[in-house]
């Protein structure tokens, strides 16, 4: 092991961006491999990825270690970037790609508007909390079995 918590943290990772796929078949019915590189969606891929960090160095180090408690400041801007911020920041997306389709029928250059913005940037709190989830799944299965 080159450093468990940098490897159990990416499988914590690479595990929410799986688990897109799935969720994103259950409620659309559409198999669609391209969830598991985007930012948005259900689990918190961010938010499982911070958690497992979090946890693991808490088991190990101790409540009371440095390391525990730079983690867990840097989950809490993690998670709140992540539902705060760039949810917002989806949202203003959605709203600009709407007047943008408004006005490009007025508009003589139409390839000006002809962009969209991404508008699955950040996450709903039930989005956060399978993030969560997975990431306190993924850390005790990481110290109880490796």
């Known amino acids: ?32 491999i391209t969830v598991m590189f985007s930012t948005g969606g259900m689990p918190s891929s961010h938010t499982a990825l911070v958690t497992t ?13 440095i390391e525990f408690a730079i983690s867990f400041v840097f989950s809490a801007v993690v998670i709140h970037d992540s539902m705060g911020i760039r949810y917002e920041a989806g949202k203003h997306a959605s709203i600009l790609n709407q007047i943008a389709l408004d006005i490009s029928h007025v508009v003589k250059k139409k390839e000006l508007y002809n962009q969209k913005f991404k508008e699955l940037l950040g996450h709903k709190p ?21």
């Open 53 to 65: 960090l979090t946890l693991s160095l808490a088991m190990i180090s101790g409540f009371d270690s």
């Open 1 to 32: 092991m080159i450093n468990y918590f940098l490897e159990i943290s990416l499988i914590s990772l690479i595990s929410a961006q799986s688990l897109k796929l799935f969720t994103k078949y259950f409620v659309t019915g559409e198999w669609d």
């Open 126 to 146: 039930i989005e956060v909390f399978g993030g969560f989830v997975v990431g306190l799944i993924v850390a005790l299965i990481g110290f109880y079995f490796l």
